[in-house]
């Protein structure tokens, strides 16, 4: 495995994670500045700014990848999840039944919302910003990384919003929750732009990755 293969590694596990924490914590709400916000806009961002800069260096190929490796993950995790909902609790059990179904048991429509909400949001994210990057070349590289999370995280916000509470919310508590839930997150992407600029000095620097010329090109 060489270098460019290691950092790809590297680059996925810090996205699964990222993605894994948000769907976990995601089904918290609180409250700031007299709005609803999900705890799941600190973790998320995170993913953005991790397939944009693996859009930089590996291309179209290599963001869809990281894309379907976190999609396997969330997988994994909600069918361990519910197969452990299904065994029988023993009276041992240092976590009792009712806690754990209280901490799990609504993470059946949390995971279907967030996977599809991800899955839409990466894929569109990812086809923005190569039109951009074609656009713009290696320049401006904030304008493709915030446009394409500008525009994505509508999608993203309205599906996991729409899929979560529907039926157990009102349309307008909805409507509130995903357009705050929009701000928090544009807001943490616009924060954490430096950071992008950060992983792309390092990278060709310390690990002297070339970038993609060509968007289409396989990692």
Not at 9 to 33: E, M, N, Q, S
Request: charged fraction near 10%; include cysteine; glycine fraction near 10%.
């Amino acid at each position: 495995m060489d270098r460019k293969q290691r950092v790809f590694v590297f680059l996925t596990a810090l996205f699964v994670a990222a993605l894994l924490t948000g769907d976990f914590v995601g089904g918290k709400f609180f409250v700031f500045l007299g709005h609803n916000f999900s705890a799941g806009i600190i973790p998320f961002p995170l993913t953005f700014v991790l397939t944009d800069v693996v859009n930089e260096f590996y291309g179209t190929h290599g963001a869809r990848r990281l894309t379907y490796a976190g999609l396997g993950a969330a997988i994994f995790v909600w069918g361990v999840i519910n197969i452990a909902l299904a065994l029988p609790t023993s009276p041992d059990s240092p976590i009792p039944d009712a806690v754990f179904r209280g901490a799990f048991g609504t993470s059946s429509r949390l995971y279907v919302a967030s996977l599809t909400a991800y899955v839409i949001g990466q894929l569109l994210d990812i086809s923005i910003f190569q039109v951009l990057r074609r656009m713009t070349g290696h320049r401006l590289l904030w304008l493709r990384a915030t446009g394409s999370t500008v525009l994505s995280q509508v999608i993203d916000s309205l599906a996991v919003s729409f899929v979560f509470l529907v039926g157990t919310r009102p349309l307008g508590f909805i409507v509130g929750n995903a357009g705050n839930n929009y701000v928090g997150k544009l807001c943490m992407a616009v924060l954490l732009t430096p950071l992008i600029y950060f992983g792309h000095w390092f990278f060709r620097r310390v690990f002297a990755l070339p970038e993609k010329d060509t968007p289409a090109t396989n990692a």
